[in-house]
């Protein structure tokens, strides 16, 4: 997660925020905080550029809803590795 720091300016910004509003919504004791920093590594590695740290929130938030996290696996591709046929293999 330190190179995603160094290559996205809000990525510490919006995780903060993130863990700060699971804090304000009696959330965070259901999550490890290094699982929030994961989800939000996703949202910079996987989603559009993200020109702010609103626009990192919330896109952090739509991802908490709208991913089907009973059925899939949120696979974070940190370098690249792993192509899209590794990554349906499962």
Partial sequence: MFSVSQQFSYYQLVARLFKRWLS???????????????????????????????TG??????????????????IINFNQELTSNRIIKR
Avoid: G
Wanted: proline share 6%; hydrophobic share 50%.
């Fill in 24 to 54: 304000a919504q009696l959330l965070l004791e259901h999550f490890d905080p290094v699982n929030a920093d994961l989800i939000c590594c996703y949202v910079f590695l996987h989603m559009n550029p993200v020109k702010s740290i609103l």
């Fill in 57 to 74: 929130f919330c896109r952090t938030l739509r991802l908490l809803r709208d991913f089907d996290w009973v059925n899939e696996p949120l």
